[in-house]
């Protein structure tokens, strides 16, 4: 099982880093270093609660909404003016959230 947990966690992160840089790219013209690291944190903290009991298939699949769900929190909070300096409820609080109810899913 740690094995696996590792590896999920590897996948998730990775999947939802490269996503989030894709849509900072086709968003802002531009990819950004910032927008890199958050969208490696959403991965990792949304496939966290699943990580053990989840094959890499569904850590794949967990990284891709991860990174839908966790930008669209994100821009949420710009939209709103609340003021959350490191997208904390963004990233962690949602992506854990998700990929806790998510377990069941997948």
């Not at 990284?63 to 930008?71: E, Q, S």
Request: proline share 4%; with cysteine.
């Amino acid at each position: 099982p740690a094995v696996a947990a590792a590896v999920n966690s590897e996948i998730a992160g990775s999947v939802a880093l490269f996503l989030w840089l894709v849509i900072d790219w086709i968003r802002l013209g531009r990819p950004g270093l910032v927008g890199l690291c958050v969208g490696a944190i959403a991965g990792l903290a949304t496939v966290t609660p699943a990580a053990g009991f989840i094959q890499p298939w569904a850590a794949f699949v967990l990284g891709a909404i991860a990174t839908v769900l966790c930008y669209g929190c994100c821009e949420l909070r710009k939209k709103f003016s609340v003021d959350d300096a490191l997208d904390v409820w963004g990233v962690h609080g949602m992506g854990g959230f998700w990929g806790t109810i998510l377990l069941g899913a997948l």
